[in-house]
């Protein structure tokens, strides 16, 4: 059973940056294209940023030039790298992987309702 845990989160001023991180236990993440989402206090959960079993990647128009994802297979891990933090980033955020080890798919489509794993989140909280 594999299992996902994330870290990195905090309490940051506007403007600064946290890398997020997911570590994996349990199996490698080579098969899986992986993704990031959050959900805010009295929002849905929305999908941030996901990238496929290569470098392929794709980020919600919220984040595109202040977010990055990126993954370490070696190290079962991926990242998320946050700057330009704004208020409106505060939200719970979750990783979560999708198998593709069998379609051997390198599209970067993160959609919730296919994702076969979930971490339990971390909080990250910009305010000033």
């Known amino acids: 059973q594999l299992q996902l845990v994330e870290s990195g989160g905090g309490l940051v001023q506007p403007g600064g940056s946290l890398r997020l991180s997911c570590t994996a236990s349990?199996?490698?993440?080579?098969?899986?294209?992986i993704g990031w989402f959050r959900q805010a206090p009295g929002k849905e959960r929305e999908r941030v940023a996901c990238i496929g079993r290569s470098i392929l990647t794709h980020y919600a128009d919220s984040v595109k030039g202040r977010f990055t994802i990126s993954r370490d297979n070696a190290k079962k891990a991926v990242f998320l790298q946050m700057n330009s933090l704004k208020p409106g980033d505060t939200a719970a955020y979750y990783c979560?992987?999708?198998?593709?080890?069998?379609?051997?798919?390198?599209?970067?489509?993160?959609?919730?309702?296919?994702?076969?794993?979930w971490g339990k989140g971390t909080l990250v909280t910009v305010s000033s």
């Open positions: 979560a992987v999708d198998y593709v080890g069998l379609t051997n798919s390198e599209q970067p489509i993160c959609n919730q309702g296919s994702m076969d794993y």
């Open positions: 349990g199996a490698t993440l080579d098969d899986f294209r």
